[in-house]
């Protein structure tokens, strides 16, 4: 499911006021955060994650990796935070625009 840019703004305007739940640092990728990242997103669909200042890889490049990885949207990369959604099929929290 591909997001019109009306979906992805009205979702960065739901994550405006979200703190990061997630941070990946020098490590970068290990299986264990997508593990967590994936049962994050099953449970709260919008999720935000940091980019700490010692990682070493690009911040779009990650966050078009999670989302392969999980079979997530990348909302947004704004500097070194990133946006990623998933919409569940049962009790979804949000309500996208058409």
Known sequence: MA??????????GCANTMEAIFQI????????IIIGLDE??????????S???????????????????TRSEVVKVIGKKIILFRQTNKNPKYELPR
């Open 3 to 12: 997001l019109t840019s009306k979906q992805r703004a009205y979702l960065s």
């Open 25 to 32: 640092g020098k490590a970068s990728l290990t299986p264990e």
């Open 40 to 49: 994050a997103l099953d449970k709260r669909e919008l999720i935000k994650i």
């Open 51 to 69: 980019v700490l200042k010692n990682c070493a890889d690009d911040p779009k490049e990650i966050a078009a990796m999670i989302a392969e990885r």
